[in-house]
């Protein structure tokens, strides 16, 4: 690309009149260079000096300026803590008439004095069904007694069972059935008399 | 002595002869250069000035791996290239007050007036009229090439960017230059 250009310029660049330094350029330079060693200005005078203070000034008035405009806008709109909330209707119907919420109370109080009643009353029932057991406790204390046969046990249980009609027979149970020998049964009628022969002195 | 050892010297033991040698031996190619690219003399030296200050002040960050020409060198440019774009901002202001809208303006340089009349100053005139209409960036690599004779590597170095860079910076900016002075170089 150097030979599109013509040679001749490049010649009159290079052939440029030089341009050289004023007679005192060394004078201005040194008292330059010693002005500037004199002036070393601190961090803190170079912050504060006029021309930076006054635009910062002015920028911090500018924004106050701004602030107390937003602020001062702001309090033409209502403020959302001090506006009433909103009413359902039918709560309002209710307010306003007086006769008609002491209406409703006594109306309430109604109902649930007779839901009391009714409760009250199969309470009671409850309880009448519940003496009959009682009875029968009575019979259950028989039952543990020692002298009672297992016979008398099991049709005393069976009494107890029709009385308080709970339907539920000794076989329904689901009990381990076992089918004794005469002689086992009687092995273990001769195991309860020591048994009870051993308790009895030392009950006395 | 070299220009590096005059600045160790100077780094070392603070001997002000050594910066004032320096001094005369750079001050005349800075000027060139900062003048070059600005086109303006009083604007030029202000930079020049401002630069030597700058490497007396800093003279510590001054490595020795580098050449001093180049680490002046990219000093002068950096401070040139902050006042172009400062100079820049304020005839953007001032001239567009006056003119009409999308008209270019050229600041009018007092040292080269154009009722000078010898034919070499008149071309001289008209190739810096040329320089100042090119990019800052094609100015900057065209005058250190063709200007300063510097190498590609040294404005590499100068302007921190790759050789590959330089030489197409250089070309289009000398394809431009050529396209502005078409009326003086027709042949």
Same mark, same amino acid.
């Given at each position: 690309?150097?030979?599109?250009?013509?040679?001749?310029?490049?010649?009159?660049?290079?052939?440029?009149?030089?341009?050289?330094?004023?007679?005192?350029?060394?004078?201005?330079?040194?008292?330059?260079?010693?002005?500037?060693?004199?002036?070393?200005?601190?961090?803190?005078?170079?912050?504060?000096?006029? /021309?930076?203070? #006054?635009?910062?000034?002015?920028?911090?008035?500018?924004?106050? #300026?701004?602030?107390?405009? #937003?602020?001062?806008? /702001?309090?033409?709109?209502e403020d959302p803590f001090m506006i009433e909330p909103p009413v359902r209707e039918d709560i309002i119907t209710v307010s306003t008439d007086d006769v008609g919420v002491s209406n409703m109370i006594e109306q309430k109080q109604k109902i649930e004095q007779q839901e009391l009643r009714t409760n009250e009353s199969e309470r009671s029932g409850l309880k009448k069904e519940s003496a009959k057991p009682e009875k029968d406790s009575s019979l259950k204390d028989n039952l543990t007694e020692p002298s009672m046969a297992p016979e008398t046990l099991s049709k005393s249980a069976s009494a107890v069972n029709d009385d308080v009609q709970f339907g539920i027979d000794k076989e329904e149970l689901n009990f381990l059935k076992r /089918?004794?020998?005469?002689?086992?049964?009687?092995? #273990?009628?001769?195991?309860k008399?020591?048994?009870k022969?051993?308790e009895?002195?030392?009950a006395? | 002595?070299?220009?590096? +050892?005059?600045?160790? +010297?100077?780094? %070392?033991?603070?001997?002000?002869?050594?910066?004032?040698?320096?001094?005369?031996?750079?001050?005349?190619?800075?000027?060139?250069?900062?003048?070059?690219?600005?086109?303006?003399?009083?604007?030029?030296?202000?930079?020049?000035?401002?630069?030597?200050?700058?490497?007396?002040?800093?003279?510590?960050?001054?490595?020795?791996?580098?050449?001093?020409?180049?680490?002046?060198?990219?000093?002068?440019?950096?401070?040139?290239?902050?006042?172009?774009?400062?100079?820049?901002?304020?005839?953007?202001?001032?001239?567009?007050?006056?003119?009409?809208?999308?008209?270019?303006?050229?600041?009018?340089?007092?040292?080269?007036?154009?009722?000078?009349?010898?034919?070499?100053?008149?071309?001289?005139?008209?190739?810096?009229?040329?320089?100042?209409?090119?990019?800052?960036?094609?100015?900057?690599?065209?005058?250190?090439?063709?200007?300063?004779?510097?190498?590609?590597?040294?404005?590499?170095?100068?302007? %921190?960017?790759?050789?590959?860079?330089? %030489?197409?910076?250089?070309?289009?900016?000398?394809?431009?230059?050529?396209?502005?002075?078409?009326?003086?170089?027709?042949?």
């Amino acid at each position: 690309m150097e030979e599109n250009i013509n040679k001749k310029l490049l010649d009159d660049l290079r052939n440029l009149p030089k341009v050289s330094a004023p007679e005192n350029f060394d004078e201005v330079l040194w008292e330059k260079i010693y002005s500037t060693e004199e002036k070393k200005i601190s961090f803190w005078q170079k912050i504060f000096t006029t /021309n930076k203070l #006054i635009p910062a000034a002015a920028t911090f008035a500018a924004v106050i #300026i701004i602030f107390f405009l #937003i602020r001062s806008n /702001n309090n033409e709109y209502e403020d959302p803590f001090m506006i009433e909330p909103p009413v359902r209707e039918d709560i309002i119907t209710v307010s306003t008439d007086d006769v008609g919420v002491s209406n409703m109370i006594e109306q309430k109080q109604k109902i649930e004095q007779q839901e009391l009643r009714t409760n009250e009353s199969e309470r009671s029932g409850l309880k009448k069904e519940s003496a009959k057991p009682e009875k029968d406790s009575s019979l259950k204390d028989n039952l543990t007694e020692p002298s009672m046969a297992p016979e008398t046990l099991s049709k005393s249980a069976s009494a107890v069972n029709d009385d308080v009609q709970f339907g539920i027979d000794k076989e329904e149970l689901n009990f381990l059935k076992r /089918n004794l020998s005469e002689q086992k049964k009687q092995e #273990i009628l001769e195991l309860k008399r020591k048994i009870k022969a051993s308790e009895t002195p030392k009950a006395e | 002595m070299t220009d590096e +050892e005059l600045i160790l +010297e100077f780094q %070392k033991s603070n001997d002000q002869r050594a910066f004032e040698i320096l001094v005369e031996r750079f001050k005349n190619p800075l000027i060139n250069f900062v003048f070059r690219f600005l086109g303006d003399y009083e604007t030029c030296v202000d930079v020049v000035q401002d630069t030597f200050v700058k490497a007396y002040r800093s003279k510590d960050s001054y490595s020795s791996v580098a050449k001093f020409s180049t680490w002046i060198y990219t000093i002068a440019g950096n401070l040139a290239r902050s006042e172009y774009r400062r100079r820049k901002r304020n005839s953007f202001f001032s001239i567009n007050n006056y003119g009409e809208e999308g008209e270019n303006y050229d600041i009018p340089d007092n040292k080269l007036r154009p009722d000078v009349k010898a034919d070499s100053k008149f071309k001289a005139q008209k190739i810096q009229e040329a320089l100042m209409k090119l990019k800052d960036v094609y100015r900057e690599a065209v005058i250190l090439r063709d200007i300063q004779g510097l190498s590609y590597e040294e404005i590499a170095e100068i302007l %921190k960017i790759e050789e590959g860079t330089v %030489k197409s910076r250089i070309n289009r900016g000398r394809a431009q230059l050529q396209k502005y002075l078409k009326n003086i170089y027709r042949d």
